[in-house]
């Protein structure tokens, strides 16, 4: 590859990245962009690292377009190496994210989904791999009922402490019970407790799966009461947040019943609660 060609490379690895980045403008899809507030980088430069580590590493996304014959390859573009997580959505409005993790439990992913479906909103979970497979049929109804199925490892271990050939197969093969459960794999992950690091950013990436955080934590696994899950929903409620809870990992009933409080209020606070949507070029 010549250097003209690279930088054209480049130059389109940056332009998807701005497509991502300008999520806001985009308008239709519901975008993530990385949250403004932290102290780490946007989009292109992440895009920059990318397009640093495809020079240095050949890879199948390298080569394919020196050949020069036919047309350049269209499909999914490759999922960029990020070095934060996203942690609200952008978007116009009183938008919002609910997710629950840890799942799925049949004592308590089956309330939830109802109190989801009666108030017409999609949500996101993200599963544990030996959660779901003993809980296809509620991986299979998550997503029959249009909610995200995000990937949350296999056994929910620190990934920090961990090989990166054991963080790959623990995100790998719940990948793959998801696909089982319902016919497609997750383009979305959640490291356990929130700890992540270059190997989950970059596997996660290999994986085709963008990595998603949250702005606000109900702190709900601590049972603090349904009441006090509520406030801390509706406290930090505000366009764009992301907010953690669980639908397993114990007892969750608190967790349940808060729901059935705190998202009716949202709705009547005129939040739209959604999901974030990929954007595929
Ligand atoms: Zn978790």
Excluded at 185 to 198: I, L, S
Excluded at 223 to 246: F, K, Y
Aim: proline share 7%; with cysteine.
């Amino acid at each position: 590859m010549n250097k003209d060609q690279f930088l054209s490379r480049r130059k389109a690895l940056l332009a998807g990245a701005a497509v991502l980045g300008a999520a806001g403008a985009a308008g239709a899809a519901q975008l993530l962009a990385a949250d403004p507030g932290s102290p780490v980088r946007s989009a292109a430069p992440a895009a920059g690292a990318q397009a640093n580590r495809l020079a240095r590493k050949p890879s199948a996304y390298r080569l394919q377009p020196i050949a020069g014959y036919g047309p350049v390859r269209r499909g999914p573009a490759p999922t960029l190496v990020r070095h934060e997580p996203f942690l609200r959505v952008a978007g116009r409005g009183r938008t919002m994210v609910l997710t629950f993790d840890d799942g799925p439990d049949p004592r308590y992913t089956p309330e939830i989904l109802r109190t989801l479906a009666a108030h017409d909103v999609h949500a996101m979970f993200f599963v544990c791999g030996e959660m779901a497979a003993d809980n296809k049929d509620l991986v299979r109804r998550m997503a029959d009922e249009g909610h995200v199925v995000g990937n949350h490892t296999w056994s929910h271990p620190l990934l920090t402490r961990l090989s990166r050939s054991a963080v790959h197969s623990e995100m790998e093969r719940t990948s793959d019970v998801v696909e089982d459960a319902c016919g497609e794999r997750p383009v979305w992950f959640r490291a356990p407790y929130g700890a992540w690091n270059r190997a989950a950013f970059q596997i996660g990436a290999d994986l085709g799966m963008e990595p998603l955080g949250w702005t606000v934590d109900t702190l709900d696994w601590t049972a603090p009461g349904a009441r006090t899950i509520e406030s801390r929903v509706m406290d930090g409620a505000a366009p764009g947040v992301v907010v953690l809870g669980h639908d397993a990992g114990g007892d969750r009933s608190q967790s349940v019943r808060a729901l059935r409080e705190y998202l009716p209020r949202l709705l009547d606070s005129d939040y739209r609660i959604t999901v974030p949507r990929r954007q595929y070029t």
